[in-house]
Structure formats: C-alpha cells, structure tokens
C-alpha cells in the first residue's frame, strides 16, 4: 500500500482587479497601463488574475467609492467568478472598504494595502522589515474599525486591562500606538549603526553613486553589470527592496561606492516613503545619482515624473545635482526607433546615456560619464622617494593617478587627482611627501 503525499500548499486566490478611471487622475498616462501595473502589484502578491477592469468614476461615493450601480455590477462580476479577492488600484478610507467587502462578500484590497503587503513578503533586513511594519502600522490604525469585530465591547478593570468603561477600539489602538512607539525607537537603534556606517564611508575618499528609478526599470540588473554582484534582479514589480552597496570601478581604476535603492511607483503611500526616509538618505548623501528609466516603456516619461516627484517629497532637488538619466532597455527598442531615441538621449540636457543592461551596451559610457562629475578635484603633483612604498600604494587606491614619470635617482613623480578630504588625509599620514600643484 503506498500512501499518498499530502499538498500542503494553499491553494491561489482568485482576484478581479479593478482600476477606477477618475477625471484628471490619468492625464499622464493611459488607464491601461495604470490597470496593467495594478494587475503586475497583484501578480506580486501571487494572486490569480480573473479578471481586470476599467471602471469609470465620476464622482467618488463617500461610503462606497463607486455608484450603487456600479458596486452592484462589480459585486455580480465577484460572484460569477468565485474571486477570493478585489483590488481596487485606488486608495479606499477604512469605511469604503468596509461596505465594498459588505457588498462584495470578499476581501478588499486597495492599492496601498497591495503595496504595504509587497513589501512585507521582500524585506530582509532588520531595517526593512522594521520599517514596513511601521508603514504597516500607521496604515492599519485607522482601519480598527475594519479589522476587529467586537468594538462594542467594554472592558474594565486596572492597571493594562483598560480602565472603566475602556472600549475594545480604545484598547485596541493604546496597544497600536505602544506597538509603533517601540518600532520607532527600535528603527532609531537601527538607524544610529547605519549612520556610523555611513560615516565611516564618508571617511574614505571614494565617490557614492545611488541608483533611482521607476521600480522595474532594470536597476538591479544594471547594478549587477556594473558591481558584478549577484543582488535579486527578476521581471516583476518591487524584486529587490533593501538597499545594497558595492564597490565599483571607475575608469583608470578609480573606485566609487555604488547603491542600489528601493524602486519607486506611482502614489507611492505616504506611510512607506516616511519609513523608509532613512533608507533612502543614501540618495541624499551621493555624489551622483543614476536615474535609471525603462525607455521601451510606452510610459517611461510618466515614470520618470513619478520619481522626480518622490524624489521631491525626499528632500532631493534634482535641479541642483549631479544626476545621470540612464535610458535602460534599449535592446528591447525596435530598430527603426533606436536611432531616434539615441539622438533624443544626446540632446537631453543634461545628455542622458542609453544602455543595456542585459546585453553592457551604453554601459562604459555611463562609467565614463560618472568619472567625469566626480572628477572634479585639481591634481597635484607628488614626489616620492623609492622608500615610499605605502604612499604610492595610498595614491593608487585613493585617488586617480594621472601619469607616472621615474626618475634616475629612483625617485618617483605622480600626478594625481584626490578630493580635498583624501589630499588632507595624505598630507597628515606622510607629511614628508612633497606635494606640488599642477
């Protein structure tokens, strides 16, 4: 008798997607693709796609969103497809979800909820999961009235059993704010390692350079190609959630620090950029940023407008910065349009740089095109003695050496380029070198 192997796995939710189309909300892209972005989030959190769907909206119905004639037909829809799930690419108040799962009989799921529980199921790191179960947090708290079903209970008693008369919501949200209060001083802890990290960075002389984008425009895979890491790059919306540092060699061997961030979406939820302020401080602190867009997107100068739009809730004035549009993807432009995209790339200003991140094309042009806004350091000229093997050896893994010329004395000339903090470093650990401008 052989015995059978049991499947454990739960089987996939069903899911109807439905993205209602608002007047004025979709003027910088297609409806289409806004639903299709929607269905990829849903893709993300493994559901089954049913069905998706365009609902035009008028006017928002406080209780439901939608009109009763349209929450009528969508809940029709829900039943004859035996969904387990309606997302709703919109942000819904605690009570509109309410009532839609009410008429729908199934579980709601608005865009920010979607996004949270993304993020929930990618973060590593401590500083990641503390962070998305704060941004977690602060969303459900408005929604105990969704979420807990015995609100009309009453508790007495003492001490942290609620005081007389102390509702069930009461009790419920003291404990979420206790609750965020200790993930706020935990994510505090956390944030104080990272900026001795940080700082220690800052104490060498190398350049950073963090990567920015639209999530799934490639950044990952061009992170990998640049680095030669190994950091998750796949086609799906929010692949890769902590930030990752890696070395990266510059032209002439100069190295740079290079950071991979968070992808960013449109109406990114407010709870998530809060939280991850100090993640994405690693774009504040660089020296250049890559803003990587995916240029065979039908939707990439949407996109691109997105990022520049959190990028302003950061506190990043891209006006004023070094940053670097890198025109991802274009192995995937049709011939015809390659020529017309690479002459738009040149008369951008600044000029953008298109690359491949899969195939390396573009890619030596983008190493040389960040050399030249770090660069920017006046070089100098050092003269060393055949003994001075550790300086040399300083020069070569701090700075960029422009030219070395050997004397007959067997004393040695070095032109090189060092930041002010790295020539100041020099001159304290080998004062006896002679230094010389060019």
């Not at 004395?409 to 032109?415: L, P, T």
Request: charged share 30%.
């Amino acid at each position: 008798m052989t015995s059978k192997s049991i499947d454990r796995e739960a089987p996939p939710q069903g899911a109807l997607v439905i993205h209602p189309q608002r007047d004025g909300r979709d003027s910088a892209r297609s409806s289409q693709a806004r639903l299709d972005e929607a269905v990829g989030l849903a893709l993300a959190l493994d559901l089954e796609i049913r069905d998706a769907i365009i609902a035009p909206l008028r006017k928002r119905t406080p209780a439901t969103l939608f009109g009763s004639g349209k929450v009528d037909e969508i809940g029709e829809l829900c039943f004859q497809l035996q969904v387990d799930v309606a997302v709703v690419d919109d942000a819904l108040t605690p009570v509109q979800q309410r009532n839609l799962e009410k008429a729908w009989q199934v579980k709601v799921m608005d865009r920010t909820g979607m996004i949270l529980e993304i993020f929930a199921r990618r973060a590593r790191t401590r500083e990641g999961i503390l962070q998305v179960e704060l941004a977690r947090l602060s969303y459900e708290r408005s929604r105990l009235v969704r979420t807990w079903t015995h609100l009309e209970r009453q508790r007495g008693g003492f001490g942290v059993m609620g005081g007389p008369g102390e509702t069930q919501i009461e009790t419920d949200r003291r404990l979420l704010a206790e609750k965020i209060g200790k993930l706020k001083r935990e994510l505090v802890e956390v944030r104080r390692t990272r900026n001795l990290q940080r700082g220690a960075r800052q104490r060498h002389p190398f350049p950073a350079v963090a990567l920015v984008g639209y999530t799934n425009a490639g950044k990952s895979t061009l992170f990998n190609r640049l680095t030669k890491a190994d950091v998750m790059a796949a086609d799906m919306l929010f692949a890769t959630l902590d930030p990752t540092l890696r070395m990266l060699d510059l032209p002439d061997g100069r190295p740079a620090i290079l950071s991979d961030t968070v992808g960013f979406i449109s109406d990114l939820p407010h709870e998530l950029v809060e939280s991850f302020r100090a993640t994405l401080e690693e774009v504040k602190e660089a020296d250049v940023i890559l803003h990587v867009r995916d240029i065979a997107s039908e939707e990439t100068e949407a996109e691109a407008e997105d990022v520049r739009t959190v990028l302003d809730r950061l506190g990043v004035d891209v006006e004023e910065r070094n940053v670097i549009e890198v025109w991802n993807k274009a192995d995937l432009l049709e011939p015809e349009d390659r020529e017309q995209v690479a002459g738009d790339a040149r008369r951008h200003h600044p000029p953008a740089v298109m690359v491949s991140a899969v195939s390396g094309e573009g890619c030596d042009a983008l190493l040389a095109a960040i050399a030249r806004l770090v660069d920017d350091a006046p070089p100098v000229s050092v003269k060393l003695t055949a003994a001075d093997g550790a300086a040399m050896a300083w020069l070569y893994r701090h700075g960029r050496v422009m030219d070395r010329v050997d004397d007959e004395d067997g004393s040695v000339r070095i032109a090189v380029r060092l930041g002010a903090q790295a020539l100041g470093q020099f001159e304290q650990q080998f004062p006896k070198a002679e230094l010389t401008a060019l």
